[in-house]
């Protein structure tokens, strides 16, 4: 994802160490508004991925495998982030001032949906699931959908993406993408 480095929270933690069945109710407690990064080793080469939280919640994924030059965006690349968490590999946290710039930068990454904890948990395997890089990408399902009604209304759009102090141009904007 194309964002600043913001400040660290927790540097080159190891991930056989982290439990993510507690670290991801934690931020989310802790109301987290940042970025989680990770880097593994696999078969295919170095896969990275990244989750965007605003207030906890995490509204964005990114997952890439390096070697090969694929990238895999929302739902699809929020999967693969959680078996990666079972990886051999590392991964830092970092808050940022202003999540919603990097959102906007970032439209292809972010969720048309916020996992909730139990979501999360179903995410997370026991095991790094190592297959090759299309056995992963079929294997890909998103883990939710959301019906979109035919019209959304102004309320409507600053609630699905959180927007508190909306900048008029950007709403208009989106509201002109979505319909």
């Known amino acids: 994802m194309d964002m600043p480095v913001g400040t660290p929270i927790k540097e080159g933690m190891d991930t056989s160490r982290a439990d993510f069945q507690k670290l991801f109710p ?16 696999t078969d295919n080469g170095v896969e990275e991925g990244e989750l965007l939280f605003n207030h906890g919640e995490i509204i964005a994924a990114e997952y890439k495998y390096v070697a090969k030059e694929k990238t895999v965006h929302g739902e699809d690349a929020l999967k693969l982030f959680m078996n990666a968490c079972m990886g051999t590999g590392t991964f830092d946290v970092y808050e940022l001032d ?82």
């Open 26 to 41: 934690t931020l989310r407690e802790h109301r987290l508004s940042g970025y989680m990064a990770l880097a593994i080793m």
């Open 98 to 179: 202003d999540v919603i710039s990097v959102r906007e930068k970032n439209r292809i990454n972010v969720l048309k949906y916020k996992p909730t904890d139990e979501d999360i948990r179903k995410l997370l395997p026991d095991t790094f699931i190592e297959q090759t890089l299309e056995e992963e990408v079929k294997r890909v399902k998103p883990v939710a959908s959301v019906k979109t009604p035919s019209r959304l209304s102004r309320e409507e759009v600053l609630k699905k993406y959180g927007i508190s102090h909306p900048d008029e141009r950007a709403v208009e904007q989106l509201l002109k993408e979505m319909l």
